[in-house]
């Protein structure tokens, strides 16, 4: 560091030496001679690598998630994992990357596509292509015959991307797979079932299914004469076609051929957003002994459908809560920060998600403003006069309508009540929301059932949140 800073110190010398001798105007030669001389000494200090300038972007093939984009992200989730729970499948995890002989010649022409790592520890690694050959090599080591699975998480790929498309280098697998030996298609069938059932719950438009079986394809290559050492090349060519227009493919497949294509014929423009099929020897190219496990799956492309829906929300121009927060402890007056605290803490403890405002003394304006732009649908107002009755105010954010605490009490020993049974049940009847907690309703159980002669308590609730 000191030898630096000498340099730069000559560096700054030698400059005003430079620009003293032109300002006299000097002779060129005097002035030439001193320039050279401080282009030797900037040549020497070299760049300065803490003042680099670099570009801060994502790799090429990447990008980030705002709020709102995660927050569509996990709606999309949760539709794909509810439909997967709901068909008795397990969850697994897998390391994100494998030995790399454990991916190498698996998955043909796209082998090359693998992200390979460097020697660590005398292990040569690559990040994981899909989620399947994982699964295979899972089942294998641990010797299991059948299992019903389902595994969400990030898969890498050297490719060419098109984000637009959705096409990407990092992105997300939904996989669901049934290993074992059963009768024959009724496994096929339940994933056939399981992909429409998320397609059409995603509501994304309408869509086609098409069922194929690769040795019906084998036989059209075969009588088309195409040779057998070339049938998996060729079969890689076929399955660009949600990549690359018929006429990208067809010339890829005429130079593998080495025949003429022929011109004229319309591009087919395929959006694949799920694919699926079996995999009967992949486990069996794991085990010592080559035991075979029967495998069929699918696997949703989540990354299209996220583009699918997030150009859907724009067009539509719908607003996306990024948070669930389902009420806003405010407060009217100043100073009453200690029982904001108290009040969100015992929401909290009771399983519902509440905020306040980071201040000590917000404006119940500013309070309300908030709830607005970020969709909390309730206020809890504590106030002077609340504290001097023992009640706490509860406004809905839109319709504006309030309700005291107290008021909603449905007996002597009740805590604040905005988590009681009787809110939660008829929170559902509030047109746009959710509940605050089913678990508040199970420590908190209501005894008189809800089909009960309404009481005055019945009848507040009611008139507040239908």
Not at 39 to 52: I, V
Not at 253 to 260: I, S
Request: with cysteine; charged share 30%.
């Amino acid at each position: 560091m000191a030898e630096r800073a000498a340099l730069e110190e000559l560096v700054k010398l030698q400059g005003e030496r430079v620009r003293g001798l032109k300002q006299q105007k000097a002779s060129a030669e005097l002035i030439e001679e001193e320039v050279a001389k401080l282009l030797k000494l900037k040549a020497q200090l070299g760049p300065d690598e803490s003042k680099q300038k670099f570009v801060l972007k994502t790799p090429k093939g990447t990008r980030d998630y705002s709020p709102r984009q995660m927050a569509v992200r996990e709606k999309v989730f949760d539709v794909i994992i509810r439909c997967f729970k709901r068909h008795g499948a397990e969850v697994i995890d897998t390391p994100v990357f494998e030995l790399k002989e454990t991916l190498t010649g698996k998955y043909g022409e796209d082998s090359k596509l693998i992200y390979d790592l460097k020697d660590q520890g005398g292990e040569l690694l690559s990040l994981r292509y899909d989620l399947t050959v994982p699964f295979a090599r899972y089942l294998a080591m641990n010797k299991l015959n059948n299992i019903k699975r389902y595994h969400i998480a990030k898969v890498y790929r050297r490719d060419n991307p098109a984000m637009t498309r959705g096409r990407y280098r990092e992105f997300y697998q939904c996989d669901f797979d049934i290993a074992g030996n059963f009768d024959p298609m009724i496994p096929d069938a339940e994933c056939l079932k399981i992909m429409c059932e998320i397609l059409s719950s995603l509501q994304i438009g309408d869509f086609l299914v098409k069922v194929n079986d690769r040795r019906i394809l084998d036989g059209m290559f075969a009588i088309c004469g195409v040779p057998d050492s070339k049938f998996r090349t060729i079969c890689s060519s076929v399955d660009k076609l949600d990549k690359m227009s018929w006429e990208e493919v067809k010339n890829e497949m005429a130079v593998l051929l080495q025949t003429p294509a022929q011109a004229g014929e319309e591009p087919l423009g395929v959006g694949s957003v799920a694919a699926g099929g079996r995999y009967d020897g992949l486990v069996g190219m794991f085990d010592p002994k080559g035991r075979k496990v029967p495998c069929v799956g699918l696997s949703i492309g989540v990354e299209r459908i996220f583009s699918i829906v997030e150009q859907r929300l724009e067009v539509l121009e719908e607003k996306v809560r990024t948070t669930e927060t389902q009420v806003l402890v405010a407060s009217a007056q100043k100073k009453l920060l200690e029982e904001r605290l108290k009040l969100v803490s015992e929401l909290w403890d009771a399983g519902i998600k509440a905020e306040l405002l980071y201040k000590k003394n917000p404006k119940l304006l500013n309070q309300l403003q908030y709830c607005e732009e970020a969709g909390i649908p309730l206020v809890a107002i504590i106030g002077e006069q609340e504290l001097k009755d023992g009640v706490i105010k509860l406004r809905s954010v839109t319709s504006r309508e309030e309700v005291r605490e107290q008021d909603l009490k449905s007996g002597q020993n009740r805590d604040f009540n905005i988590y009681d049974g009787y809110f939660i049940d008829y929170w559902q009847k509030w047109s746009g929301t959710t509940p605050f907690s089913y678990k508040a309703l199970e420590l908190n159980p209501v005894s008189p059932p809800l089909e009960a002669a309404p009481t005055r308590t019945h009848r507040l609730v009611f008139a507040a949140f239908t």
